[in-house]
């Protein structure tokens, strides 16, 4: 069973935390998954840095050209994840952009994935069309999922062809702004969370952008199965090293 599904076996909200690969310096990236999992975080998502990231907000997009002026690439990821699975038992998914992973060939990438243990990619730029055309098969061949954002102005038709496309969770944007901490969630947000939780979805459904506090980690789990850290958690490793990390989840959950 693929690690992600297996995660939302138990009845627990999940933590999910993002980070740019590569940042704040290029050999980070073992140490910070390795700082999570033993600070009691559910899920990693690493981020592939890219040029160009376009939904992301200031202190991603300023982490991954960090990361890219530090000589962070694809391959190097995978170097770096070669024997990730020696120490981690938490599902691990790779999000990035379309274009560094069409660059390196979509069956290679997802090859290497299923090689290093990563279980599911999160593309924000490529269509759930052509991915159930062109893709979808590939990434059964190599066991890796793939999940799908959705945002407030997502319509319910697509929402539901998404589910249908969809396996692992759907990633329910918070808002239609670029990621970014903000320290509460609006009346206008908290009916999207409860519009998408009653639809029913065959998919779990993950809250993220905008996470970054106690409060606002509770808010989406009340109407979700676990919440996703980006931007808060970039900006505290910049602040405060690596080795504080367990201090960073503990304001958050508790």
């Not at 998954?33 to 890219?50: A, C, K, T, W």
């Not at 589910?163 to 970014?180: E, L, N, P, Q, R």
């Not at 993220?208 to 789990?221: D, Q, W």
Request: aromatic share 12%; proline share 4%; hydrophobic share 35%.
């Amino acid at each position: 069973m693929n690690r992600i599904v297996k995660s939302f076996k138990g009845k627990k909200k999940l933590l999910s935390i993002y980070f740019t690969a590569g940042f704040p310096d290029v050999d980070d990236t073992v140490d910070i998954i390795r700082n999570l999992q033993s600070s009691g975080v559910d899920m990693v998502e690493i981020g592939l840095p890219f040029s160009d990231p376009l939904a992301d907000g200031p202190t991603i997009q300023k982490s991954s050209t960090t990361a890219l002026n530090n000589g962070m690439t694809t391959s190097y990821l995978f170097s770096q994840l070669t024997k990730i699975r020696d120490s981690i038992e938490i599902p691990l998914i790779i999000m990035g952009y379309f274009n560094p992973i069409l660059q390196f060939g979509v069956e290679e990438f997802c090859r290497k994935c299923n090689e290093v243990g990563i279980d599911g990619l999160i593309i924000p730029d490529l269509p759930a069309e052509i991915f159930n055309e062109k893709y979808s098969s590939l990434f059964e061949k190599y066991e890796i999922l793939n999940m799908f954002l959705i945002t407030p102005q997502t319509s319910e038709k697509r929402i539901k062809f998404i589910d249908k496309v969809s396996k692992g969770f759907i990633y329910m944007v918070s808002s239609s702004a670029t990621t970014g901490a903000q320290n509460e969630f609006s009346d206008s947000q908290e009916d999207y969370f409860k519009r998408i939780s009653k639809l029913n979805l065959s998919n779990k459904l993950m809250v993220g952008f905008g996470i970054s506090n106690s409060k606002t980690y509770k808010s989406a789990i009340s109407f979700s199965d676990g919440a996703i850290i980006g931007s808060a958690f970039i900006k505290y490793i910049e602040d405060n090293g690596l080795y504080s990390i367990k201090n960073f989840i503990k304001k958050i959950t508790n």
